[in-house]
Each structure stands twice: as structure tokens, then as C-alpha cells.
RNA sequence: UGGGUUAUGGUGUAAAGGUAGCACAACAGAUUUUGAUUCUGUUUGUCUAGGUUCGAAUCCUAGUAACCCAACCA
């Protein structure tokens, strides 16, 4: 079973790591911030962090990045882990940056001691125009050099909520001309008095993401601590800090994100689609969420397996969503339960048929014969695809046209002899006749059709609403287009329609998928009830009679 | 007039001086009681210009392009 896989610059970097002797196991963190829901791109960096520790010794924390109250909370913890579970992961310890709070000030006081951070009492404007910018140096706030024992006595008043928010903010002392912005006396500590998910209102001063990622890491002795390409200049501060407060190395690698075509994956942008209710929630099933993505049908092993294919790098990319798509068929083409379901129906009479005869026929419930058979209900009346039928065919047609034959779907062969259509030329009906002896498992007619349509018996079909989805962009990166990303959307992203579906789908159950016979996979939603079934389309199947018509 | 990161087919990703490979997509064909699946084959690529070398995607020099950095966000 060792197939033979180049390494990506992560494996490479840990198992030189490993064998140097540097480290015996490594620890990786996943570490979200509790603001918003997960989508693909965090996918990606799940399977990534915990996919590495379970190909080397090692293991993978859940860490919560909850340093800024007023946007987080806890509701949005618990999808992430439930987002987590449903991919398959399991993480050793579940853990708060705020479980750090402690710790964290305590660090900060220790830098105030070395001289290397102080308490500034410029405003937000202020500090941003001091700051410089990226070709011009920033200037010292005027508060650089108060003495250690001021600044001990500010941070320990900040703290105990003497000042009001932005009143006053703690910063390293680093360097204000520095060529990485990041290192012009970046602030470490900011004052808000806000209520906290987990602590509560015993803080009123907050950690910045730079003065709380790192330690954390290096709280937990992360050894790898892997994050995306815009936080490489961040690195320089990372190790700046860990370096004078003399804690745990832990070292920063940074990858590039993955960005899917058809589609937005920032949470600001995920945000605004829920937010002007161009979708319908953060699990509608046309988000790249892993919350929508699930409720339209994809599989854990298919999410996992295109993140493993697309691989990891430092350059920027779009990947293509047909691959998704074929991780997606490919997995759901080895698990999904048969069925027949007829979403543009058009009615099929077979003329030589008895009124009221009906009978039972099988066909198999999936890939291969494990899933064994079903029954289905034949008649007289059935319904078929308006798009099987056709009045002219047209070159390389083996659908039902007139005079033509074509094979029922574990029933019988018919042949077309006329079709009636309505005032507006609509065709409301297709007679037939029927070959008994043409019966799927006992054909001895000697006929032979190259065409074969699914069907469901009229009188005994059920209905379901059924959501057929399309991508929610018109363009492959609305980001990049110009004007707003919103103007992309793809009107037609939704389309909700009635369907005839055959008897057995009235069992069907939320944790299954199906595959309507030559339409695609389906699932159930979660809005169906007992009174009105609703199936989600997860993907269609491949077509390649559209293709040919593109022709 | 700064600093950082990155450039390999349409897309993603390999090749650590020695045959540019794999997957998706596209195209052609075979099989098929799903025009699905499966199978076979084909097309398409090293950012540019120089240099080193028997030999360069890889090393050197000079360019070019894209992305990131001036939130009391992460």
C-alpha cells in the first residue's frame, strides 16, 4: 500500500524536522476565530493540520482565536466543531486563546519590565499617522519612553478598567522606522469593555492577534504552526515575541489559500450574500460553506479527497470547481442508492398495455450487487423526461422519437407510434407499444436498442419538490471583477421544480444519498417532512449528449 | 521612493543539474439496460533576456508580472 506521492514544502520541512531530531512528534493547531461559520477554505487547512498528525506522530489542537468580544460567540463555536466532527477530525484538546488571558497579561508586564513595550496614549488617527507608511518611516509617539514603573502602573489601570475604550493602548517597542510595517511598535494590548463568551466581563482589556497567536502556540508547544501567505510579515513579530519573553519556539509556516472559481470565500464577503438575502442562510446549499455544502450533499470523503488532490503551495491559484465536482461524483458514484425520478415529465401511453394492469419489476439499488434490488411499480401510464423525447431527431439520437425504440429502464422496450400535442403545440401525450417479450432480465424480442430512459409509473409515483442548483457566479472570480462581486451572482442559481419520483423515495432518510438515474445525486433536504418531500440536487451527472449538442 | 511572497499546459500540483510527470478540464474512440460508470488514446506548459554547463524548470545576472503589508480585525 505504499504509493509513491511527492512530498508538499510542509512534509518536507517536518520530516527534516524529524529526522534532525528536532522533534519526536509534532503538534499542530486548527485555530479558528469564533466569528462567523466555516467554509472550504478552512477545509482545506483542517484536513492540512490534521491530515500532517496523522501522517506523523504528533497531534492536532482545536484552539479559538476569541481575543476580540464584540465579534464573537459562542453559537459560532459550536458549528465549527460540529463542522470538524462531520469532516471526520479529532482533536486531542479543545482550547481558548481566552483560557490565556492570564498568562498573556503576564507576558505583557514582562516586557513592560525589559524596556520593550509601553503604554501609549495616542489616539487610533494618531498612531496611524505616526505609523508612516509602507515607503516613508513612522515617527515615536511622544509616550515611547515613559518609565517602566508609569507603564506598569497604566497597564495595571487599564486592566482594572480605569480608562475608557481606545483611551490608551499597549505597545512593543520595537522599531518605528522598520521597513515591515508590522514591526513599527505594533499594539499588543487595547482597552474594550465588552462581555466575552467564555470570561465574561472579568477583562476589559484584550490581547491583539499578534500578542496572543504566537504565545498561545507557544503556550501549547505547538511545533508547526501553519497559516496562509498574508501572514508572512507577521512572522518577523512572532518570533521577535517568542524570542524576548524566552518561551517556546514555536516556528510559523505559511502556505496559500485556496480559492475555488465560481465562487467567494471570504467571511466578509459569505456575509453580505446571507446578510442581503441573496442566499437563504449560511447553510444554503449553493455556500461554500461547509455547513451549505453539506445540506447539499457532499460527502466528507469527497471534500477530503479534493483538498488532498489540489495539494498544498505558496503560489497563487483558482482552482477549478470541476474538480470538486469530480471528487464529489466520484465518491457518490460509489455510494449512492439508485432511484428513478422524473423532474420534466411528459406522459407515456403504452397503447397495448391492460387499462388496469399493473406489476412489479426490479432494478438494483446501487453500483454493484451488494446493494441488492428494489422493486418498482409498472402500468400503463407512466411518465418520462420531456427532454427523451424528441419530434425531429437530430444526428446521433437514441431517445424516443417517432418510429424509434427505446429501452424503458429494467422494463420494456417501446416504440414510439404517435404523440399528441395541446393548442400551443405543446406535446401532452406519447403512445406506444410495448414488447412483452422484451422484459429487462428475460429479453428474448432479439430487439436491441441503443437508448434506455428512466421512467415512473403515473399511477403510482409520488412527488417531491426538488431544488436543482447551479453555481452562484456567472464569472470564474467575482473578486476580481470589475465593480461589486454581487453584480455576478447567476440569477438562475435556484431553480425549485415538482418531480414525479418513484414509490421507494417516499423511504428515503436525510443521511443517504441517491442517484436519479441519469439526472445526478440527490439528498434529501432538511426542510422535507412526511407531507412534502424535498430533495436537493447535489451535482448533476456528467452529460454527454449536452455535449454533443453544443456541437 | 520601501519591505515581503510567488511565477511550470486552460486549472491545480510534481520533478533537489540528467526523459518535464500526475490529476481535473478539453478532444477522439471502445464498452454500457444510466449518452453515467469503466477502459484506451490525443492536444496543450517551464514569465522574459542573457550567462555558466556535455546537459538548466532547477545555478548566476538583469528584467517583467501578480499578490501581501500603512484595522485598537484575525
Redesign the pocket.
Known amino acids: 500500500m505504499s504509493e509513491e506521492k511527492?512530498?508538499?514544502?510542509l512534509e518536507?520541512i517536518i520530516e527534516?524536522d524529524l529526522a534532525a531530531g528536532k522533534y519526536t512528534s509534532i503538534v499542530t493547531r486548527f485555530?479558528p476565530?469564533p466569528?462567523g461559520y466555516l467554509h472550504m477554505g478552512h477545509a482545506t487547512a483542517i484536513c492540512l493540520n490534521f491530515g500532517l498528525t496523522k501522517k506523523y506522530p504528533g497531534y492536532t489542537n482545536l484552539r479559538f482565536?476569541d481575543?476580540?468580544p464584540?465579534?464573537e460567540d459562542t453559537e459560532y463555536v459550536e458549528s465549527i466543531k460540529a463542522d470538524i466532527k462531520w469532516l471526520g477530525f479529532e482533536w486531542k484538546n479543545e482550547l481558548y486563546?481566552s483560557d490565556y488571558f492570564d498568562e498573556l497579561y503576564n507576558y505583557a508586564v514582562q516586557l513592560i519590565k525589559k524596556g520593550l513595550a509601553y503604554v501609549d496614549d495616542?489616539?487610533?488617527e494618531e498612531?496611524?499617522t505616526l505609523?508612516?507608511?509602507?515607503?516613508?518611516p513612522g515617527k515615536d509617539s511622544s509616550y515611547r519612553n515613559r518609565s517602566v514603573e508609569e507603564n506598569i502602573d497604566l497597564f495595571e489601570r487599564m486592566k482594572n478598567g480605569e480608562f475608557k475604550?481606545?483611551?490608551?493602548?499597549l505597545r512593543a517597542k520595537i522599531d518605528m522606522a522598520h521597513?515591515?510595517?508590522?514591526m513599527r511598535d505594533p499594539?499588543l494590548y487595547?482597552?474594550?469593555h465588552a462581555h466575552h463568551h467564555r470570561t465574561g466581563d472579568n477583562w476589559c482589556i484584550?490581547?491583539?492577534?499578534?500578542f496572543?497567536?504566537g504565545q498561545s502556540d507557544s503556550i501549547e508547544n505547538i511545533t508547526h504552526s501553519i497559516c496562509t501567505?498574508?501572514?508572512?510579515?507577521?512572522r518577523e513579530l512572532y518570533d521577535w515575541l517568542i524570542e524576548q519573553l524566552e518561551i517556546f519556539p514555536s516556528h510559523q509556516y505559511?502556505f496559500?489559500r485556496?480559492n475555488l472559481?465560481y465562487t467567494v470565500m471570504s467571511k466578509r464577503k459569505l456575509l453580505q450574500l446571507v446578510n442581503d438575502h441573496h442566499v437563504n442562510g449560511w447553510d444554503d446549499p449553493r455556500m461554500p460553506t461547509i455547513s451549505g455544502m453539506r445540506r447539499r450533499g457532499f460527502t466528507p470523503a469527497s471534500i477530503i479527497k479534493f483538498c488532498d488532490?489540489?495539494?498544498?503551495?505558496?503560489?497563487?491559484?483558482?482552482?477549478?470547481f470541476?474538480?470538486l465536482?469530480?471528487c464529489l461524483?466520484?465518491d457518490l458514484?460509489n455510494t449512492a442508492l439508485?432511484a428513478m425520478a422524473v423532474l420534466d415529465p411528459v406522459k407515456l401511453i403504452i397503447t397495448n398495455y391492460a387499462d388496469e394492469a399493473s406489476e412489479e419489476l426490479t432494478s438494483e439499488n446501487g453500483?454493484d450487487e451488494a446493494y441488492g434490488q428494489r422493486i418498482i411499480p409498472f402500468s400503463k401510464e407512466l411518465w418520462i423526461e420531456r427532454e427523451d423525447f424528441m419530434e425531429e431527431p437530430a444526428k446521433?439520437?437514441?431517445?424516443l422519437a417517432p418510429g424509434a425504440m427505446v429501452?424503458l429502464?429494467?422494463?420494456y422496450i417501446v416504440r414510439c407510434d404517435q404523440f399528441i400535442k395541446d393548442e400551443n403545440g405543446l406535446i401532452t401525450e406519447i403512445h406506444c407499444t410495448y414488447f412483452p417479450e422484451?422484459?429487462?432480465?428475460s429479453?428474448n424480442s432479439g430487439l436491441h436498442t441503443?437508448?434506455?430512459?428512466?421512467w415512473v409509473s403515473a399511477k403510482h409515483a409520488a412527488t417531491a419538490e426538488v431544488r436543482l442548483y447551479d453555481r452562484l457566479f456567472k464569472v470564474e472570480n467575482p473578486s476580481?471583477e470589475e465593480g461589486d462581486f454581487k453584480d455576478y451572482i447567476n440569477p438562475d442559481s435556484l431553480q425549485v421544480i415538482n418531480a414525479f419520483i418513484e414509490p421507494s423515495l417516499k423511504e428515503a432518510t436525510i443521511d443517504k444519498r441517491y442517484?436519479f438515474?441519469?439526472k445526478g445525486y440527490f439528498c434529501l433536504d432538511k426542510e422535507s417532512s412526511e407531507d412534502k418531500l424535498v430533495f436537493n440536487r447535489t451535482v448533476t451527472?456528467?452529460?454527454?449528449?449536452?455535449?454533443?449538442v453544443?456541437?
Open positions: 511527492s512530498l508538499n514544502f518536507d527534516a485555530p476565530e466569528n482565536d481575543t476580540n464584540v465579534t486563546a495616542s489616539t487610533s498612531i496611524a505609523k508612516g507608511t509602507p515607503t516613508e475604550d481606545g483611551a490608551r493602548t521597513t515591515n510595517m508590522l499594539l487595547r482597552i474594550k484584550y490581547p491583539m492577534y499578534d496572543a497567536h501567505l498574508e501572514f508572512v510579515p507577521h505559511e496559500a485556496r472559481s488532490t489540489i495539494g498544498i503551495a505558496k503560489r497563487e491559484n483558482i482552482v477549478d470541476s474538480l465536482e469530480f461524483r466520484e458514484n439508485r453500483p446521433k439520437w437514441f431517445r429501452r429502464k429494467s422494463a422484451s422484459k429487462s432480465g429479453d441503443k437508448g434506455v430512459i428512466h476580481s442517484q438515474l441519469r451527472l456528467k452529460d454527454a449528449w449536452a455535449k454533443e453544443k456541437k
